[in-house]
């Protein structure tokens, strides 16, 4: 099943994808005589469970008959804007630690949270702060905490999975190599965070390893790699941080970038994961034009 939130009415509401486009989730609801929650974080907190249930049993046949808004005619937004947490993994790729001179890390992945200021949608404006001279965009695949857990086993990781979803995370490159403790400040400047455009059920990804990420920069693949070749592959990290704390549902882990590219006023960053829509944001730099209102 797929789910996206897309702004109508001033709301920004979920939707159900079609072949066709989207079908609001209040329709359905309409429809099928349901209640389920018509904001993404609330549903994803309700529990997913009832509604694929409905869906697989004669449900998608049904919203495939709804009229729907046609993809682009649809206004998408991030997933959601308020996750108790989000953690990024840094350099859980060979390939871009080599790209920053760094070692990859071992044992332990390199976490560091993000915070919800940073969340923009699909098509969304990426600002690069007056305070960085380069800063960097990075392609992920994000994956979304489905339930409450803590200590949750590696073999049973996907029991607590939402689902999938694109992700471009930012990070001002100049300020962190001054001094490494300064990761945190780097990677939560506003804007520093677009994900979407569709939530992504794990039944509609067969093998989650074998997905190719790339980061695309103005059109042109910078880098592209597969989930196999993580250092620390989405089992683990679902299950390790919630060793750390407890993770709730819509919390999210943004699992790392095959490499990251300078980003400057003009230019479009592309994420591209095989079978995902493509997450699309243009870049302003704020020292050049002022903030648009």
Known sequence: MRLATIKLDNQEV??????????????????????????????????LEDLK??????????????????????????????????????LNYADHAGDLAEKT?????????????????????????????KTTGESELAVIYGKKCKDVKIEDWESVVAGYTCAIDMTAEDILRINPRYLTQVKNFDTFFSFGPELITPDEVPDVLKLHVSTVHNGVVHATNSIDHMTFPPAFLVS???????????????????????????DVMECRIDGFPVLTNPVIDLKVRKEEP
């Open 53 to 90: 249930a409905w869906y697989k049993a004669g449900g998608k046949e049904i919203v495939e008959a709804m009229p729907a808004i046609p993809k682009n005619e649809a206004k998408f937004g991030p997933l959601y804007r308020h996750p108790h947490k989000i953690w990024g993994i840094g």
């Open 240 to 266: 390790y941080h919630t060793q750390i704390a407890t993770m709730f549902p819509g919390d999210v882990i943004s699992t790392g970038t095959p490499r990251a590219h300078e980003i400057k006023d003009g």
């Open 105 to 133: 890390p071992t044992g332990r992945p390199g976490s560091f949270p993000k915070w919800e200021n940073t969340i923009i949608g699909p098509g969304d404006t990426i600002k690069i702060p007056t305070m960085s001279q």
């Open 14 to 47: 979920v939707a159900v994808v079609t072949a066709q486009g989207v079908v609001p989730l209040a329709q359905v609801n309409a429809r099928a005589g349901k209640k389920w929650a018509t904001e993404m974080l609330p549903l994803i907190e309700d529990g």
